[in-house]
């Protein structure tokens, strides 16, 4: 059967780290696989500096087209600013999607926009073009944030997907139409990110057999960093066999840096290859995420328990709907909360191997990539819609 041409549009995309470029390596894969062809538009890497990158790749089938942007280091310089950040990156990402639909837009069928900035171009472009148009939104929109505006922007979509159920009632409580919005749940490769042996994990890594807690992600003052270096120098303090493994890149990166060169129990891995994740989070005997604003998701979770490593994370936007008490716990963001449990898991192992046991099964059941197949009913349904 013959399937529409689907362009993605983002401004990120490998090599940048992040859960959203991830998800789109995942997702490009999965529909080439489904005989969609795909086309990737996205700006050359923005969140790492000096990384080599193609303006055109050809990856199993699936077209990706870079631009070039002058904005990289602005941009980093505005994290604490996401709404100027997201108008950044606006213009940019309309040129490059106005060029490539003026030679190729007989190609395209539906335009897939992930987040704000990249689904104010798509919809320009889907209007002009006369293409169906669905959003991914992968943040879980602020309770300040203009209803009105966001309800203007979002029932122009044909379809909105969002990756909780909790992002989906706040979008409803803002006004968006109830019968657009459709939750998906993200997935990941569970033949990367499955259960190995954890002693030769830790020993392929240079870690001693103490107790690992492993943290992933962007070095930001959000994702509860600072919280972590607190919460390793009350164990410190305490002299325990613990040591917090921190894998990612970020503005805090030369912080993280100089706490580890001082203290022994804060070892920085640096940026690791998504690959490579896997060896990580069987080499800790816990994963913690200890976010202080309200996450979308949190796909480390789920790469986590794919692993079959439990999680400590705090109970801030949608984590709850990634774990529940079988594979982690749901904390307070403060650092009382985190040192009591992990203390607690340290003391109590036969606590940590009941909670391991559950997080394959727990994972395989709720994180396969059996969840794509709600974005692909997504654009079917946005076809039968415009026929009826």
Excluded at 129 to 156: M, Y
Aim: aromatic fraction near 12%.
């Amino acid at each position: 059967m013959f399937k529409q041409g689907v362009l993605i549009l983002s401004p990120f995309f490998s090599p940048d780290p992040g859960g959203v470029a991830t998800h789109l390596v995942d997702l490009c894969r999965y529909l080439s696989k489904e005989r969609y062809n795909v086309y990737v538009l996205t700006l050359h890497p923005i969140k790492i500096p000096k990384t080599e990158w193609k303006s055109y790749e050809n990856q199993n089938g699936v077209e990706i087209l870079r631009s070039w942007w002058f904005g990289q280091n602005f941009y980093l310089k505005l994290v604490r600013f996401p709404i100027l950040q997201s108008l950044f990156l606006t213009p940019f990402l309309f040129v490059h999607a106005l060029s490539f639909f003026l030679s190729h837009h007989d190609r395209i069928g539906i335009v897939h926009a992930h987040d704000f900035p990249s689904g104010v171009v798509a919809r320009i472009i889907s209007n002009v073009f006369r293409k169906k148009c669905l959003i991914s939104l992968h943040i879980l929109l602020p309770e300040n944030r203009s209803k009105a505006l966001v309800r203007l922007i979002l029932n122009s979509f044909d379809r909105i997907l969002v990756i909780s159920n909790k992002s989906k009632q706040r979008l409803i409580d803002f006004g968006v139409s109830e019968v657009k919005v459709t939750t998906f749940y993200y997935w990941v490769d569970q033949s990367i990110f499955k259960p190995l042996n954890k002693s030769l994990c830790k020993e392929s890594l240079g870690l001693k057999s103490g107790f690992v807690c492993l943290f992933v992600g962007r070095l930001l003052q959000d994702k509860g960093v600072r919280l972590l270096l607190d919460v390793a120098k009350t164990f410190r303090e305490t002299g325990r066999e613990t040591c917090f493994l921190m894998v990612g890149h970020g503005p805090l990166v030369e912080e993280i840096r100089s706490v580890s060169k001082e203290f022994k129990n804060v070892i920085y891995a640096g940026r690791v290859s998504n690959k490579n994740l896997g060896e990580y989070y069987n080499a800790a005997d816990i994963t913690i995420v200890p976010s202080i604003y309200e996450e979308g998701f949190g796909r480390v979770i789920i790469e986590s328990l794919s692993s079959g490593t439990p999680v400590v994370a705090s109970n801030r936007g949608a984590i709850s709907e990634a774990i529940d008490e079988s594979v982690g716990r749901l904390l307070e963001p403060e650092v009382e909360d985190f040192r009591e449990a992990i203390e607690d898991l340290f003391n109590n192992r036969e606590k940590l191997a009941s909670l391991s046991n559950n997080c394959r099964k727990y994972a395989v059941s709720h994180f396969s990539v059996k969840n794509a197949s709600t974005i692909t009913k997504a654009y079917q349904d946005s076809f039968r819609a415009s026929r009826a």
